[in-house]
């Protein structure tokens, strides 16, 4: 699976959008772009996923570059809640764990 | 997307026993399971998969004799901490593998071993 890199950590206000980045420039063709987060001592949540469109779903929008080598989470308006570490993940179509690098910690300011 | 119930949330034992820690789908038939780890301040680490009728696949460094996992149902999996030392404090956390590869994952399991 591609490697992926994002910033450590992220503020926003809560309210505003929050746009989290994700570079993954040794993505291969086959490979999706799946986000989930965690909140502090729970279970991580799934967000969304893309191969090479946008999607948006209940949660946020998932933005992904035309040469699919960088994508961008987008929480259209963030709370509170949303304070979690949020984890951007490359992966082929098979039933394979998932590696979890670092994250970005994104930090909701009231 | 599915429910994941895990189960204890916390649990706390004496160095040399074991637990056994439950993992359950509750509205999808999970063929496949994952176990992962997370030590503090560390993302976490896949363990093992879980095939529901086989035998389990563990990643590399993970001792299969230690962390024994069966999966008899399409809705349940175990995990059993054997002779569990301090070393083996940490959080645990199942995920379910559903459509499109996503995961669910159940709310964890921290393992405080005396």
């Known amino acids: 699976d591609a490697k992926t890199t994002q910033p450590p950590s992220m503020d926003c206000a809560e309210g505003r959008a929050a746009n989290l980045p994700c570079n993954h420039s040794t993505i291969s063709g086959n490979e999706y772009v799946y986000w989930y987060r965690q909140i502090h001592s729970q279970g991580p949540q799934y967000i969304i996923h893309g191969l ?17 080598k960088s994508s961008t ?20 179509g098979g039933a394979d764990g ?12 009231p | 997307g599915a429910v994941v119930s895990q189960h204890p949330s916390w649990v706390i034992c ?54 024994l996992i069966n999966h008899a149902s399409l809705t349940l999996s ?6 569990a030392h301090p070393e083996d404090s940490s959080f645990y956390i199942c995920s379910v593998l559903a459509g499109k590869n996503i995961q669910y994952f ?5 393992l405080s071993v005396l």
Not at chain 1, 73 to 90: E, F
Not at chain 1, 98 to 105: A, N, Y
Not at chain 2, 78 to 83: D, F, N, R
Not at chain 2, 106 to 110: D, I, L, P, Y
């Open chain 1, 52 to 68: 090479k469109n946008n999607e948006t779903n209940e949660m946020a929008s998932l933005i992904i570059t035309e040469d699919r």
């Open chain 1, 73 to 92: 989470l987008i929480l259209p308006h963030a709370t509170l809640r949303d304070t979690a570490v949020y984890y951007c993940i490359v992966m082929g």
């Open chain 1, 98 to 109: 998932l590696t979890f690098g670092k994250g970005t910690h994104l930090i909701i300011q």
């Open chain 2, 14 to 67: 004496k160095s040399g026993t074991s637990v056994k820690i439950e993992c359950r789908s509750l509205d999808f038939q999970a063929t496949t399971m994952f176990w992962y780890r997370q030590f503090p301040k560390q993302s976490l680490m896949l363990m093992a998969t879980s095939n529901e009728g086989s035998k389990a696949t563990y990643e590399q460094g993970v001792e299969k004799d230690k962390f």
């Open chain 2, 78 to 83: 175990t995990l059993t901490v054997t002779s």
């Open chain 2, 106 to 110: 159940g709310a964890g399991t921290r």
